[in-house]
């Protein structure tokens, strides 16, 4: 009895293509975020995001329409889950706490993302309301309302993206290590004639504190000071109580 007739053999590329998950909206920005955590935000472009992907840069456009809106989507991910569940019980000083340390986890995660945070916060068609809504439940809740709750709300948000910005600020890519040991000569040259309180405080001061610094927050996390800066945030909110 004469064998059935063999189907078609498939080519090497039909096979590579079926074994490859589907390209969607959801595996572009999983590989964007990838590429922008190994080789930094000034890296990134289309060109080796479509080779993550093994897709030609046209394919990708499918899904997203451009590199800013891609960034956008990076930075929704990143910080999509900041905002806490509501605990019963909760007042609005530890929800705030909670959203600052939720905030600067996420950043910590993916420290080269937070460079983007601020011009994608702007006008993020992305932008998570759970965090919009939490921020103004906690403020509300604090008995801020009107004019006050406007500006509480901006200065909880310039906060909580200001400092962290520049605790996890990239350094420079090329000739990192000859920029930190200069960094650090200059600190030690510092004048005590010219600047006697820099000088006298250096010690507590060097590589811990903003423009002083020749590491950023992922080797050398400023974890008293971002303690800190959250109860004077709170602080400050207390006088806009009053």
Not at 118 to 129: E, P, Q, Y
Request: glycine share 4%; proline share 7%.
């Amino acid at each position: 009895m004469p064998s059935p007739p063999r189907p078609p053999r498939a080519t090497a590329a039909r096979k590579s293509a079926a074994s490859k998950p589907a390209l969607s909206r959801e595996r572009v920005i999983e590989a964007a975020l990838a590429e922008i955590d190994e080789r930094g935000v000034a890296a990134f472009n289309l060109r080796n995001l479509a080779e993550r992907l093994a897709v030609y840069p046209t394919a990708v456009y499918w899904h997203v329409p451009n590199k800013t809106a891609i960034l956008a989507e990076v930075v929704a991910v990143v910080f999509r889950d900041v905002a806490p569940q509501q605990r019963k019980n909760d007042d609005w000083r530890s929800y705030l706490r909670r959203l600052f340390q939720r905030y600067r986890e996420s950043a910590r995660r993916h420290p080269n993302v937070a460079p983007l945070v601020a011009a994608h916060l702007v006008g993020n068609l992305r932008i998570d309301f759970d965090f919009v809504e939490g921020v103004l439940a906690a403020l509300s809740a604090a008995g801020l309302a009107g004019a006050r709750l406007v500006a509480g709300y901006n200065a909880v948000v310039a906060a909580l993206i200001g400092f962290v910005i520049q605790e996890f600020s990239p350094l420079p890519e090329a000739d990192t290590e000859q920029w930190q040991s200069a960094v650090q000569q200059r600190l030690l040259g510092v004048d005590p004639a010219a600047h006697p309180v820099l000088a006298a405080n250096l010690p507590l001061l060097a590589n811990k504190a903003f423009i002083l610094r020749w590491q950023n927050g992922s080797e050398a996390p400023l974890d008293d000071s971002y303690a800190s800066f959250v109860e004077q945030v709170l602080a400050g909110l207390e006088s806009l109580r009053e």
